[in-house]
């Protein structure tokens, strides 16, 4: 298979993971004999201090002209505490979601048995847990009407949704609860917001279409909760853009280190991979980023073009690596395994 | 001293803890020689069954004319999955919130070394765990302009903030930090949110007010990681009204029961005070529900009239409740102690 890549390594220790992933990519392409192709381009506080912009149409067009991107991380603290910076590097991920229309955004969840001491839970708690989030992409309050008044003593967040905004992504939850566990959960807050209750409304309809499925609902509070108290309760869990934030990074302790969560941002042709763990400016350059998201995250990419047997493979890579202890700090702490030793010991396994 | 108190009992196993918490009051009314008199009205699900609204008239009197409020829960399952009642429990607190102007919202948190074993997080993450949520409860998008198209295909709410309603707050959130541990955390989402950044810049100019208090910043996916792998960095933390909301239930996991965790909501005049523990309906006369979050609550009472050495009595007697083992099931599985066993140990114990 032919497959031409965008890659836009970021900000932070983007750019180091991102790495691994290529080499580990090109040994998948030289043992099945795929040609992947890869074009890189600028995004995030990079792209703004080198081109003022947070996504460079060059990127755009890069992106629109490619098959599948590989994004590594996006974000600098320089912007962050800056409550007058006019750009930020976050506005290119939320424009670059919506201009690909990658409205659904996926992120596997999994306590690896070797990795259960890692969790500040209990292994009794997480052993076993396996979910899946689907996290509305690009709509809600992320997307909504921003407004600040000229006094600067104002502001509003508008938060909307439409049913077809809505409807899209529960057809793939219940479609991905088919070939899980048959139940999926929708997180609201349908006792307050009205968009929680259109959320219910038009998931319990669709429910309907899937039979297999069981539906259930939690207040994003509770859910809150349920995901430390008992997240082995979960198989896909369905929710809009904000409360998927959140939820999902709270899920991310599971796994006992959030270096290894990928994810996927999918749309009706485009669709981006990338870790899910942030730019973590206070590791950038010290060798010490695990590179595990990012390749899981290539691993989805190649399931997303059907290359299931080559996912595999690079998941039975990753999970050696951890099994041998061929990990970086934040798994095993004082390794002195690089974030390059771990790229290319997965690459060499491969 | 003479307390007027409008005890709101409200839904599910509202009523049985808070009727423990008013055997409490009465015994310290005793012991320290007060005088506190009771008005029992209807709020939530119960209002409605037999008034036809949430927060009746006469409930509100009796509440604007009491020295402040002793509160159960709110919520019946048979409003949550109906996305076309009209009215619904919840309208009632908010209502009382809003009418009230109960702005801060304040929720301790801590790791009870007896119960260190309870909680699903391990000994070493939670022990010494001791912080103090403030959130924002009388605007945001709880409060905003919510929109539902007359086709129900589209939906909306409105997140909205003046820097009034964020600056009241985060005096109070600075001076409580100045009596703990002169930390305050404020979480937002200022990398995406206009409503975050005004957080920002206000509480950012206040905390010149109080030097010697640290002011960080974490955004609310972060925070709701950071709430499970390293709890004891919090000491102060300042939100708005969902994401406190959010957070506030991720951290009752912590103390190993939401059973224990105590709530105050005050304004300029009135207060409240609540167990943060729902409804819980399922649990609803079956002697199983927890009572000391509500009796914790009333100690919150005592405090907030300078009733000091009062409210340490009912914390002594409470802890000394769990120390011996006088608890209901959710602390100590297949415990025969009863809500009414536990609220009489601890009103014995005064
Ligand atoms: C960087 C930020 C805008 C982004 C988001 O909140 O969507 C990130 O936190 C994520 O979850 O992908
Ligand atoms: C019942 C509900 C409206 C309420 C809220 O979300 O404010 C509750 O969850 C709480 O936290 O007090």
Known sequence: MKLNIAVLPGDGIGPEVTNQSIKVLNAIA??????????????????????????????????????????????????????????????????????????????????????????????????????????????????????????????????????????????????AAEKRNNK??????????????????????????????????????????????NPKQFDVILTENMFGDIISDEASVIGGSIGLLASASTGNDKALFEPIHGSYPQAKGKGIANPIASILSSAMLLDHFGLTEEADVIREASEKSIELGICTPDLIPNSTYTTTNVGEFIEEYI
């Open 184 to 229: 999926v959960t929708l997180v609201d807050k349908a006792n307050v917001l009205e968009t929680s209750r259109l959320w219910r409304k038009v998931v319990s309809n669709i429910a309907k279409e899937y039979p297999s499925v069981e539906l259930d609902f939690l207040f994003v509070d509770n859910a809150a909760m349920q995901m430390i108290l």
């Open 30 to 175: 030289e043992k099945f004999n795929h040609q992947f192709t890869y074009k890189h381009a600028l995004m995030g506080a990079i792209a703004i201090d080198e081109t003022g912009e947070p996504l460079p149409q060059k990127t755009l067009d890069i992106c629109l002209d490619s098959d599948a991107i590989l994004f590594g991380a996006i974000g600098d603290p320089k912007y962050d505490n800056n409550p007058n910076a006019k750009v930020r590097p976050e506005q290119g991920l939320l424009a670059l979601r919506k201009a690909l229309n990658l409205y659904t955004n996926i992120r596997p969840v999994k306590a690896y048995d070797a990795l259960l001491d890692k969790s500040p839970l209990k292994e009794q708690i997480i052993k076993g847990a396996d979910m899946v989030i689907y996290r509305e992409l690009t709509s809600g309050i992320y997307f909504g009407k921003k407004y600040l008044s000229e006094d600067g003593t104002k502001a509003s967040d508008d938060c909307a949704y439409t049913e077809e905004e809505i409807s899209r992504i529960t057809h793939e939850a219940f479609k």
